[in-house]
């Protein structure tokens, strides 16, 4: 069966920089949502879309920004990156009020 | 606001026998559903299983089940004959009902971190 897929898998960058993680969601689910997850810490949301929309936003910060487009794959933008933005970058879909399936994660590294 | 306690940072088992995760949840909605994950070393999310707040029996999923005691809010995970592959951090997870039409968010528990004995 597909699975959510996220890309790249591994990511490093420099603080200041800028950084762009893709997630292509299970074919036919309607929402796609972003969690980070700090070293030893739950997954924490970020924010959510619903059929292409903002439906929901969480811990995000204003240097993050995401959008889905229309084939339904969704990007999350970071900029000005931090040392603290270090983490695992989950994307995750669902439809009908089935369970969350992540895909494997981007683990970014900020030196 | 909803909340998910896990009160185990971490659990040992002997190889072969059950285990049980702690999971207790606060919310004010009466439809939600309760979630548990198993994350690795390797760092991927693994959906185990799901109980809907109306469902009358528990779930049960291979060597997963879920014993969901609706008065006492508390979902815990019960782990039958152990494998050395079982080793891993577990998470419980809420989600209230629909919001507007999209899928509620995950609200996610800090987490137990299982470590099965040979």
């Known amino acids: 069966a597909a699975g959510v897929i996220q890309s790249p898998r591994h990511l490093i960058k420099e603080k200041r920089e800028t950084a762009t993680l893709k997630c292509y969601p299970i074919?036919?689910?309607?929402?796609v949502y972003w969690y980070q997850q700090g070293p030893g810490q739950d997954p924490q949301f970020l924010i959510s879309?619903?059929?292409?929309?903002?439906?929901d936003k969480g811990s995000i910060p204003d240097r993050f920004s995401a959008q889905q487009f229309s084939d339904y794959h969704s990007e999350l933008n970071m900029s000005s990156l931090e040392l603290g933005d270090s983490a695992l970058y989950f994307c995750?879909?669902?439809?009908?009020?089935?369970?969350?399936?992540f895909g494997n994660g981007t683990r970014l590294t900020v030196t | 606001a909803q909340k998910i306690t896990q009160t185990q940072p971490g659990m040992f088992v002997q190889e072969k026998e059950a285990v049980t995760l702690d999971c207790t949840y606060d919310?004010?909605?009466?439809?939600?559903?309760l979630f548990w994950y198993k994350q690795p070393s390797s760092g991927e999310m693994i959906f185990l299983i799901y109980?809907?707040?109306?469902?009358?029996q528990n779930a049960t999923e291979g060597r997963y089940s879920l014993n969901f005691q609706k008065a006492r809010k508390s979902a815990n995970l019960v782990i039958s004959a152990s494998q050395l592959g079982d080793s891993a951090m577990y998470f419980c997870?809420?989600?209230?009902?629909?919001?507007?039409?999209?899928?509620?968010?995950?609200?996610f528990g800090t987490g137990t971190l299982l470590a099965v004995q040979p």
């Open positions: 074919p036919r689910h309607d929402t």
């Open positions: 995750a879909s669902s439809s009908d009020n089935s369970p969350l399936h």
């Open positions: 919310t004010s909605d009466q439809s939600y559903g």
């Open positions: 109980q809907g707040s109306y469902d009358e």
């Open positions: 879309f619903y059929e292409k929309m903002q439906s």
């Open positions: 997870a809420m989600r209230e009902g629909r919001n507007g039409g999209a899928t509620n968010k995950l609200i």
